[in-house]
């Protein structure tokens, strides 16, 4: 069975850029979570969806967006991006629909110079 | 939003020695807790999910759930030195939330 994908791996981008990332969850798995990790912060919430429905927001700027599809699939986009959103990014996806095992994908590290 | 509180080590064993991690969350609704293994440049990986009051065994790990004193922690038997990583716990941030809220993780030497 095939774990939670994420793509791209790394990414370089320019202060002001906008970036999507993208995450395919586990089979069967109709919640996604994605979470933000830096030394300092540890991991942080971003959003969860469920059904294509967004049900929580973290504590971040607008600039930080997200959406699902029908096949649960999930992305999520950064928008005029600042140095501070140089992080891990992780998505996790879950079977139920409240918090439960989630599983991680391998993340996407993002650099942004 | 619920806090999930780690100690913060960093926690030093020998081989072979028990490493003991733990966990105290503020939600006394709560009723399930994991537990993720997270080397250095990788993604959290769960290897112990409870989900009662008391004790779960998995192998050389065994996790405990104490819901009246509101602590979870984790115990690595004959710890190794492949066990050496950041250990996060992870609990709903409350009574039927969707999400999971992470401790900060407490980062385990195992010398050889």
């Known amino acids: 069975k095939a774990g939670v994908t994420q793509t791209p791996r790394y990414l370089i981008k320019t202060r002001g850029q906008q970036v999507t990332l993208s995450c395919s969850p586990i089979s069967g798995h109709r919640s996604v979570s994605w979470y933000q990790q830096t030394p300092g912060q540890g991991l942080q919430f971003l959003f969860e969806y469920f059904s294509e429905t967004q049900r929580n927001k973290g504590n971040f700027p607008g600039r930080f967006s997200g959406r699902q599809f029908s096949n649960s699939r999930s992305e999520m986009n950064v928008s005029t991006l600042e140095l501070g959103d140089s992080a891990l990014y992780l998505c996790a996806s879950s079977l139920l629909d409240r918090a439960t095992e989630a599983f991680f994908g391998q993340g996407t590290r993002l650099t942004v110079v | ?80 030195p492949s066990d050496s990583a950041t250990y996060l716990c992870a609990g709903p941030s409350g009574a039927g939330s969707y999400q999971l809220t992470f401790g900060k993780g407490t980062k385990l030497s195992v010398i050889p």
């Open chain 2, 1 to 80: 939003q619920k806090e999930v509180e780690q100690n913060s080590g960093p926690l030093s064993v020998p081989e072979g020695a028990i490493a003991s991690l733990n966990c105290t969350y503020s939600d006394r609704v709560s009723q399930s807790f994991f537990w993720y293994r997270q080397y250095s440049g990788k993604s959290p990986e769960l290897i112990m999910s409870i989900y009662s009051n008391g004790d779960k065994e998995d192998g050389r790990f065994t996790a405990q759930l104490n819901k009246a004193s509101q602590y979870v922690s984790l115990l690595i038997r004959d710890s190794q």
